[in-house]
C-alpha cells in the first residue's frame, strides 16, 4: 500500500487511471444541467406510482448512495437544493457504459440525464438514459449513518460536515438569511451601507489587543481593525447622516465559547439621535430579524426560554452592581478606594488595568451571568467608556447601554462622544493604562480628534457582533458552530 494513501484511495486512485485509459474524462469543464432537483420534486410531488413522464430533463449533483442489483442500479444523488434517485438500467443505458459504471464511487459528482418517474414503490425517480462524471472523488466520505461528528474535524474540514449534515447546511443558510434581514432593516431605515479600512494606523473604538502586520511598501507597521467606529464617525462628520458598515475585525485576545479573533461585526452611526432613540431602534432591529428569519420571539438556550417580546427590561449599571454584589461605586470614586473592597468579593484585581476595567471585571462576575432574559443595562460608568457621552446630570456616568441576554453581551450602544477636548482628555487617560501595562487600552487617534474638531452633530452609535447573537439564538455551544472556518492551531 502506498503510504501516503489508504486502501479505499488507492484503488479510486485505480479507477481514475481506468477511466482515463478509456478516454473517459473525469473532469469536464461543465456541463449541461436544466433543472435543480428541488424543481423536479416540487412539480412532480404529485404523480402517481408507476406513472411517467416524457420530457427529458439534465440534474447535477454528488453521489451518496448507490446499490446495484444485476441489470438494474439505484443511486441517490444530491445537489444543494434537495435529493433524487436515479433509476438507471442497462437496457436503457446500454451494456457498456452500464459496465463502466464500476468505476464510478459514492462521493463522485456527476451529471444525469432521463424522464421523471415514479417507481413502484412511491419513490420520484429519474430514469436515467445518460450518466456523465464530472468530478471524480480521490477520497471515500465519512461513514454515511455516524456522518462526521466529531467536533475538532468539522470545524477543520467543514466541507465535510456540509457534505454529510444537513443541520449544518441549514445552520449556514439561515445564517445568511440572518444578515441578510439585517441589512434589509437598516436599508428599510434609510441607512447607508459602507466600507472602511482593514487596515489601521491607528486601531480605536474598542478595548482590545490587536494583530498586526507590514505594509512592503510604504514599509509600515499596520494593525488589523478591532472595530468599525472610529471611521463610521468620520463619515458622520463629513455629512452623512445614517451609514453602516457589516464587516469583519480582528482581536489578538482568549478564546472561549463567546468569543472569535476575527468574527463579524455590524456598526451603524445616527446623527441627531441619542442613547434612547437607539435603544428603540435597536430592540426593533433585533425582534424584526429573529420574527422574519425564526418566525417567534422565543428561544431555548442552554435550559432557558429567551422571550423577546417587547418591552425589554432597562437595568441601571450602579444599581444592579449593588443589588447583585452589594457594592455602591459612587462609595469607592478612585482606584485606591475600590481594590481592597474587591479583593474582599474574591477578586484578584490587576491596578495596571484601571478603574473601569476592574468595575468590568466585577460586572462580569457577579451580575452579568445573572441577566438570561433580554434587557438594556444602562448608565455605564465613564471610566469603562471612553467614547461615550456623559450624562448630563451625573458627570461620573455615560449615556451607554448594552443588550444583554443568555448572561451575555450582545449589543453595545451610546451617544457618541463629539466634544474634542473632552474626547483628547481620555485618550490620554488610556494612553496612561497604556504606559502602565494595559495592552487593551485604547491608543490615541489625533486624526480623528482633528475630524472632531471640525464639528460632528449629536450622535448615537451601535455594535453588534453577528456570530455571538446568532450562535445564540440557534442554542449553539459554541460560537464557532456558527462560523463556516474558525481559526484553529494547525495539527502536528
Do not use: C
Not at 463567546?258 to 435597536?282: C, G, I, K, P, R
Not at 428561544?299 to 432597562?314: C, H, I, K, N
Request: negative net charge.
Amino acid at each position: 500500500m502506498d503510504e501516503n494513501h489508504s486502501e479505499q484511495e488507492l484503488v479510486r486512485r485505480n479507477k481514475l487511471k481506468e477511466l482515463k485509459e478509456k478516454n473517459i474524462n473525469p473532469y469536464p469543464s461543465k456541463t449541461n444541467r436544466t433543472t435543480i432537483i428541488s424543481t423536479l420534486i416540487e412539480k412532480y410531488k404529485d404523480l402517481a406510482s408507476g406513472e411517467e413522464i416524457q420530457e427529458t430533463f439534465e440534474i447535477t449533483g454528488r453521489v451518496y448512495a448507490w446499490r446495484t442489483g444485476g441489470k438494474v442500479s439505484f443511486v441517490d444523488v444530491r445537489d444543494e437544493s434537495g435529493k433524487m434517485q436515479l433509476f438507471v438500467s442497462s437496457g436503457k443505458i446500454g451494456q457498456e457504459v452500464y459496465d463502466d459504471l464500476k468505476l464510478f464511487d459514492i462521493g463522485d459528482i456527476i451529471s444525469a440525464s432521463g424522464n421523471i418517474k415514479k417507481t413502484n414503490r412511491g419513490e420520484l425517480s429519474l430514469n436515467t438514459e445518460k450518466i456523465t462524471l464530472l468530478s471524480k472523488s480521490l477520497r471515500p466520505l465519512p461513514e454515511k449513518y455516524h456522518g462526521l461528528t466529531d467536533k475538532e474535524m468539522i470545524y477543520r474540514k467543514r466541507y465535510l460536515d456540509l457534505i454529510m449534515n444537513d443541520e449544518s447546511r441549514n445552520l449556514f443558510k439561515k445564517r445568511s438569511m440572518f444578515i441578510k434581514e439585517m441589512r434589509n432593516f437598516m436599508d428599510e431605515q434609510g441607512f447607508m451601507e459602507v466600507e472602511t479600512p482593514v487596515l489601521e494606523l491607528i486601531p480605536g473604538g474598542a478595548d482590545a489587543r490587536p494583530f498586526t502586520t507590514h505594509h512592503n511598501t510604504l514599509d509600515l507597521d499596520l494593525f488589523l481593525r478591532i472595530s468599525l467606529e472610529l471611521h463610521l464617525k468620520r463619515l458622520i462628520v463629513g455629512g452623512y447622516e445614517k451609514v453602516f458598515e457589516i464587516g469583519r475585525v480582528f482581536r489578538n485576545e482568549g478564546m472561549s465559547t463567546q468569543h472569535l479573533q476575527e468574527f463579524t461585526l455590524m456598526e451603524f452611526y445616527w446623527a441627531y439621535s441619542d442613547y434612547n432613540d437607539l435603544m428603540d431602534m435597536v430592540e426593533k432591529l433585533y425582534t424584526t430579524i429573529m420574527e422574519k428569519v425564526f418566525g417567534t420571539l422565543k428561544f431555548e438556550y442552554q435550559g432557558d426560554v429567551l422571550d423577546f417580546t417587547s418591552p425589554w427590561a432597562r437595568i441601571d449599571y450602579r444599581e444592579v452592581i449593588l443589588e447583585k454584589a452589594g457594592i455602591d461605586l459612587d462609595h469607592y470614586p478612585t482606584l485606591e478606594s475600590l481594590v481592597p473592597v474587591l479583593k474582599e468579593k474574591g477578586l484578584v484585581p490587576d491596578t495596571k488595568l484601571g478603574r473601569g476595567r476592574l468595575i468590568d471585571q466585577l460586572f462580569k462576575k457577579f451580575v452579568r451571568p445573572q441577566l438570561v432574559q433580554p434587557s438594556f443595562l444602562i448608565n455605564h460608568p465613564l471610566d469603562i467608556s471612553p467614547l461615550a457621552k456623559k450624562q448630563e446630570d451625573n458627570q461620573g456616568y455615560v449615556q451607554r447601554f448594552q443588550v444583554l441576554f443568555a448572561g451575555a453581551e450582545v449589543g453595545n450602544g451610546f451617544t457618541e462622544l463629539n466634544d474634542p477636548i473632552d474626547q483628547k482628555s481620555r485618550f490620554a487617560e488610556q494612553s496612561s493604562l497604556r504606559d502602565n501595562g494595559d495592552d487593551e487600552a485604547q491608543m490615541t487617534d489625533d486624526d480623528f480628534i482633528e475630524a472632531l474638531e471640525y464639528g460632528m452633530p449629536p450622535t448615537s452609535g451601535f455594535g453588534v457582533g453577528i456570530d455571538r447573537f446568532f450562535s445564540i439564538l440557534m442554542n449553539s455551544e459554541t460560537i464557532r458552530d456558527v462560523v463556516f472556518f474558525p481559526t484553529m492551531k494547525p495539527l502536528g
